[in-house]
């Protein structure tokens, strides 16, 4: 399936935190362009195009659908993600293999794990550039659980794109990356889970073992997923 219509990226409010590093900069801006292509081709067994990527300083061409995430570490504020409302319902459509067209919670939910996954995989990318970020600390469960799903999802992608035949410390860096914003997430808002969850998502973590050959990594996750039987 092809998704043709332009997701359009907008950078706001964005402060920068480290020195050299510009939200305008081409690294910064292309990850999230990168991420768009590499999550939508994850999903769809079909050839995704990218269109023309630009870079607006306000929000006045905002319109559609609009998802904010928060950012903290190196560059910290919102990013703004704007799509139209027609290739939000295809994607919703796509993603839950079914038509949908009204906004619902079914609708708002997809588009919302798609953002976030986009968002995780361009941290992942800007990881190994070297710019740290992170999406802000989640307010319930449901927040909880969708930042796990994107950095499982950058774990495994991370494994997809850099097999283990080469690019060895690539991969390695990046799954390294995503495993301590995994525990830095489940030591600090494990509390928000009731008992169902923390063993849900428990065992993703001890499932994600298979996703590295590194002994150190598969250990953390273990010794993460214990922590949250207790």
Known sequence: MLISDNLYKYFNELIIKKVGINMFDLDVVNAFSKGTVIILKSYFNSKVL???????????????????????????????????????????????????????????STIKEFVNMVAGSAINDLYTKHIDLDMTPPKDAAEFIMQLNTLRAAFKNARDQ????????????????????IVKLC????????????????????????????????????????????
């Open 50 to 108: 990218k269109g023309d990527v630009r870079i607006y300083r306000n929000a006045n061409h905002v319109g559609g659908v609009i998802v904010f995430i928060g950012i903290t570490g190196d560059l910290s504020g919102r990013l703004m993600f704007n799509m139209s409302k027609s290739t939000a319902f295809k994607l919703a459509s796509a993603l839950n293999s079914e038509s949908i067209t009204i906004i619902d919670d079914i609708f708002v």
């Open 162 to 181: 850099y097999p283990y035949l080469g690019n060895q410390v690539t991969r390695r860096t990046l799954q390294t990356g995503v495993a301590n914003k």
């Open 187 to 230: 030591k600090g808002y494990a509390k928000l889970l009731n008992a169902d969850e923390k063993k849900f998502c428990a065992t993703s973590l001890n499932g994600m073992r298979k996703d590295t050959d590194d002994d150190y990594l598969q250990s953390l996750l273990e010794l993460t997923a214990n922590s949250l039987r207790k």
